[in-house]
């Protein structure tokens, strides 16, 4: 462990990052074409992350249910603590929901609750990232034009092209509790 | 999705997370940063996109 590590992995602000480190990759390829480029782009980003990694593929909506389940069980039995996971989410959706290869939804905060404080003991504590590839509703965002004060005081021709921002940029959603809990 | 480069949300995701080391929430917006800028184009029409952050992150989490 280099001395920056050591530094890092003692600072009380900080996740200790010094035990396992575990991914899982649930992925519909089905009728998602580049869907396989991601895989292996991700794959090559937990090796250099120092991440065991696992790919399932073409799942049922019960079938992410079941192999996030086996997952966090597998969690469970392990010697070693771990200490943060990364799970990818990629298939087709809508809000709130994943679509599996029958057809059939899986609301992603089911996938989510598998792995909270209560429900995943040896996550307790630890870090879970969730990374969720799927659409979210069918809206399409042709931006906002950028005024040129916004933009650093450049003008622009009136041949160019402005630049633009997407819609919904530059909030910080802030809540005073999770959804579905009360707020004290 | 690009049939061949794969996702802009993934593709930017692993190029910041692998090239790039800190905080998860300061490569966050790098990512967020990145995608903003694109201009993306469907069917003719220009496209922008970007994603969206929420943490219940206690503490720093560092990826090297």
């Not at chain 1, 992603?108 to 909270?116: G, N, R, V």
């Not at chain 2, 995701?13 to 905080?23: A, E, I, S």
């Not at chain 2, 201009?39 to 029409?45: F, H, N, R, T, V």
Request: aromatic share 6%; net charge negative; with cysteine.
């Amino acid at each position: 462990m280099s001395s920056e590590e050591s530094e890092q992995s003692t600072d009380l602000d900080a996740y200790d990052m010094s035990h396992a480190l575990l991914a899982l990759t649930l992925c519909n390829t089905k009728d998602r074409a580049g869907s396989e480029t991601d895989i292996k782009a991700l794959e090559q980003m937990y090796k250099a992350l120092g991440f065991q990694s696992t790919v399932k593929r073409n799942l049922t909506a019960k079938g992410f249910q079941e192999e996030l389940e086996k997952f966090r069980d597998d969690m469970e039995k392990m010697e070693d603590p771990v200490s943060c996971c990364f799970v990818v989410l990629m298939a087709h959706g809508e809000e709130g929901i994943l679509l599996g290869v029958d057809g059939k939804t899986i609301m992603l905060e089911e996938l989510f609750s598998m792995l909270t404080n209560k429900n995943s003991l040896a996550l307790r504590g630890k870090p879970k990232v969730f990374i969720v590839q799927a659409c979210r509703g069918e809206q399409k965002d042709p931006g906002e034009v950028v005024r040129p004060a916004e933009s650093g005081g450049n003008v622009f021709l009136s041949s160019e092209q402005p630049p633009k921002l997407p819609t919904y940029t530059d909030i910080l959603h802030v809540f005073a509790t999770v959804e579905g809990y009360i707020a004290y | 999705r690009h049939e061949e480069d794969g996702s802009f949300f993934i593709q930017t995701l692993v190029d910041v997370f692998t090239n790039n080391k800190g905080h998860i929430l300061d490569l966050l917006t790098e990512v967020t940063q990145r995608m903003a800028a694109a201009d993306l184009i469907e069917g003719g029409k220009p496209r922008k996109v970007n994603p969206e952050v929420q943490s219940t992150l206690r503490k720093l989490l560092y990826l090297r």
